[in-house]
């Protein structure tokens, strides 16, 4: 392939990378700028933000880990607090496990960058015939990471100094959710893994309250998951997350 | 170096570690040229649509339903975004239509 046609095929690439995660831009940036906020009120300048978004790369964990910077918590149950946020994380890699190994360097970025949002995109995708799938995988979690990255350091610098008020804002969030939710719905030919995780997100939430229902919840979901899985009908349209 | 550089530093770099691992582990496990059991494929065919559902309940889980709004400006704003994107199925308008009325809600409405 000459120089002309990678240029053109990257564009390209870029181009459909940067429309898919749009909603991941407006996402990040606005929970960036919250996130930056948060750190310059409790000490902590642009540079932080900065480096944090670059090596940790996690929503919820970098909010809780603001009140940890000052030290105080043990070093175990640091570790165990982060494990527990951030374990869903776990079964995010099993829907991509072929496909990252196939990209050889770049999948160890993949697995790096593999958050909530980016694994979400990357399951939803339908991607043209005509483009790369690795390169498009690959430029669609840079993208997502440089908008964190953007948002977290933006919101340290001038977030501050913002005039309107901006409460409620990280909305943006729940709503990415709800409409990737949407989306599977009308993927997926059943709907019993969709209800099953309604269900085990809302009971373990009552049950074990907003602190702790994540992982209970999971398991559940995997569990009943694994006792109903011949009588669900595989769809047709997912052909992504396989 | 002094400790209000040190420490930060140290629990930034436990806290990435700690999200890195998560992130390697079922590569690690299934990862190293092994085949991936037919069991952990069909997990990861049918997992998405319920780690998303639940996903969901985590971005509300701080709703109250027993405290006033009782949950009102959420729902409200969860089934906007809910009917503008089954109505026209367009992520920026679902998203930032639902976002703007959940921004008027607790910040007008139920204040």
């Not at chain 1, 700028?33 to 919820?60: M, R």
Request: hydrophobic share 55%.
């Amino acid at each position: 392939m000459n120089t002309t046609k990678k240029k053109e095929a990257f564009k390209e690439t870029l181009k459909f990378a940067f429309i898919q995660t749009v909603p991941v831009l407006f996402g990040y940036v606005f929970m960036g700028i919250a996130f930056g906020i948060l750190l310059e009120k409790a000490g902590y300048n642009f540079i932080w933000a900065f480096f944090i978004s670059l090596i940790i790369y996690a929503g919820s964990m970098q909010f809780v880990l603001i009140g940890l910077l000052g030290g105080g918590m043990g070093l175990l149950s640091l570790i165990v607090l982060t494990l527990s946020v951030q374990s869903r994380h776990i079964f995010y890699g099993l829907s991509f496990i072929e496909k990252f190994k196939a990209m050889g360097k770049w999948g160890w970025y993949m697995i790096f960058s593999l958050t909530d949002e980016t694994y979400s995109l990357l399951c939803g995708m339908n991607i043209p015939k005509e483009l790369n799938e690795k390169q498009v995988f690959f430029t669609v979690a840079a993208l997502d990471q440089s908008y964190w990255i953007i948002g977290c350091t933006l919101g340290a610098v001038i977030g501050s100094f913002i005039g309107f008020d901006t409460t409620g804002i990280d909305f943006a969030m729940t709503a990415l959710f709800v409409v990737i939710f949407i989306e599977q719905w009308y993927s997926y030919q059943s709907h019993l893994p969709a209800l099953l995780g309604t269900i085990c997100g809302v009971a373990s939430l009552v049950i074990f309250g907003p602190g702790a229902f994540i992982l209970p919840a999971l398991i559940a979901a995997v569990c009943l998951l694994l006792v109903f899985k011949n009588s669900i009908k595989i769809g047709e349209n997912q052909e992504v997350c396989q | 170096m002094s400790t209000e550089f040190l420490t930060p530093l140290l629990v930034i770099l436990v806290v990435a570690a700690c999200t890195f691992l998560t992130r390697f582990l079922p590569f690690a496990l299934f990862g190293g040229g092994k085949e991936v059991p037919a069991l952990v494929k069909t997990l990861g065919d049918l997992l998405p649509p319920a780690v998303i559902a639940i996903l969901v309940v985590y971005c509300l889980k701080g709703v109250s339903v027993m405290v006033a709004p009782h949950g009102f400006p959420e729902f409200i704003a969860v089934a906007i975004v809910a009917l503008l994107h089954i109505w026209k199925r367009n992520n920026l308008l679902s998203i930032g239509g639902g976002t703007l009325v959940y921004m008027v809600l607790i910040q007008m409405v139920f204040v």
